[in-house]
């Protein structure tokens, strides 16, 4: 027996609680607002927040694509892609370029996004104080109160026994001058690209019942000391061993042959795009 479904899996009360969430997170950015996260076909932590706020905005004329640590066809950004796709009938693509809606886990794409596309982060942890605080009441209170000093303390420490602030992904950054907030566990090098970003980026934590966003146009800065100043992760030196690409986010890979280092474009899809101009010909999967 066939079974039809909701248009976009969730059914409709669902889905205009979770954008009245969402219209309210655009409206204070980067305050998060408390949802109530439904039960999923995938298990919490896997992504359900981020796939909540994709199924509550898609629309029939809509391009999705789906990310998972820069790659299109790993295995959650695969079974995400499946279900939006079956549940809704629109288009998937790979190209950043293509797609109006994008849904990631770990990266921001190194192509520049438009105003006509909205991202959405799958946050694991969306509270930047919970390393000092685990109490969400207090937490709460402190981020009313406009009280970061837990926050700078945090990073302080890191500065004295490391002699750099060692944060490497989810590096807190403060949100139109007011909010601090954890931008999802994306690396230092994408905090950057969502200052003044064109597009909209919506955050959600399913498994924290959290949703938060950064409004096109808005100013992020990343927490730093005038002293030590906020850096990203340095590829000096380094290209991609396929396309050439430099100042990007790249994975180091060691080669099995060699036992040497080699660099690789984490966004695959950006890689391939260039291989395709340089070689003039098309590669047929984004494992290039």
């Not at 607002?33 to 509550?56: H, N």
């Given at each position: 027996?066939?079974?039809?479904?909701?248009?976009?899996?969730l059914?409709?009360?669902?889905?205009?609680?979770?954008?009245?969430?969402?219209?309210?997170?655009?409206?204070?950015?980067?305050?998060?607002?408390?949802?109530?996260?439904?039960?999923?076909?995938?298990?919490?932590?896997?992504?359900?927040?981020?796939?909540?706020?994709?199924?509550?905005?898609?629309?029939?004329?809509?391009?999705l694509?789906?990310?998972?640590?820069?790659?299109?066809?790993?295995?959650?950004?695969?079974?995400?892609?499946?279900?939006?796709?079956?549940?809704?009938?629109?288009?998937?693509?790979?190209?950043?370029?293509?797609?109006s809606l994008?849904?990631?886990?770990?990266?921001?794409?190194?192509?520049?996004?438009?105003?006509?596309?909205i991202?959405?982060?799958?946050?694991?942890?969306?509270?930047?104080?919970?390393?000092?605080?685990?109490?969400?009441?207090?937490?709460?209170?402190?981020?009313?109160?406009?009280?970061?000093?837990?926050?700078?303390?945090?990073?302080?420490?890191?500065?004295?026994?490391?002699?750099?602030?060692?944060?490497?992904?989810?590096?807190p950054?403060y949100?139109?001058?007011?909010?601090?907030?954890?931008?999802?566990?994306?690396?230092?090098?994408?905090?950057?690209?969502?200052?003044?970003?064109?597009?909209?980026?919506?955050?959600?934590?399913?498994?924290?019942?959290?949703i938060?966003?950064?409004?096109?146009?808005?100013?992020?800065?990343?927490?730093?000391?005038?002293?030590?100043?906020?850096?990203?992760?340095?590829?000096?030196?380094?290209?991609?061993?396929?396309?050439?690409?430099?100042?990007?986010?790249?994975?180091?890979?060691?080669?099995p042959?060699?036992?040497?280092?080699?660099?690789?474009?984490?966004?695959?899809?950006?890689?391939?795009?260039?291989?395709?101009?340089?070689?003039?010909?098309?590669?047929?999967?984004?494992?290039?």
């Amino acid at each position: 027996m066939k079974i039809n479904t909701h248009f976009a899996f969730l059914d409709e009360g669902s889905k205009k609680e979770i954008r009245r969430a969402m219209l309210k997170a655009v409206a204070i950015p980067g305050y998060q607002v408390p949802f109530a996260s439904r039960e999923m076909p995938i298990a919490r932590g896997w992504g359900t927040g981020g796939l909540q706020i994709t199924l509550s905005v898609i629309g029939t004329e809509d391009v999705l694509k789906v990310i998972d640590q820069g790659a299109d066809e790993s295995v959650n950004a695969v079974s995400i892609k499946k279900l939006v796709h079956e549940t809704t009938g629109v288009e998937v693509a790979e190209r950043t370029q293509e797609a109006s809606l994008i849904q990631s886990r770990h990266r921001i794409p190194e192509v520049p996004l438009t105003d006509e596309q909205i991202l959405v982060l799958q946050v694991p942890t969306p509270e930047p104080l919970r390393d000092v605080e685990a109490s969400e009441y207090i937490t709460k209170r402190l981020h009313s109160e406009d009280e970061y000093s837990g926050a700078w303390l945090m990073l302080f420490e890191q500065i004295m026994k490391y002699g750099k602030t060692t944060t490497n992904a989810d590096h807190p950054v403060y949100v139109n001058g007011r909010y601090v907030m954890a931008p999802s566990p994306i690396p230092r090098f994408d905090n950057p690209k969502m200052h003044q970003s064109e597009a909209l980026i919506l955050l959600g934590a399913g498994r924290e019942k959290k949703i938060y966003a950064v409004p096109p146009y808005t100013d992020v800065e990343s927490l730093a000391f005038e002293d030590y100043p906020f850096t990203v992760e340095s590829f000096d030196g380094q290209h991609c061993h396929l396309c050439g690409a430099k100042d990007v986010f790249m994975d180091e890979l060691i080669d099995p042959a060699t036992g040497e280092a080699t660099y690789q474009c984490n966004d695959i899809s950006f890689c391939v795009d260039r291989l395709n101009d340089k070689e003039n010909v098309e590669v047929e999967t984004s494992y290039a």
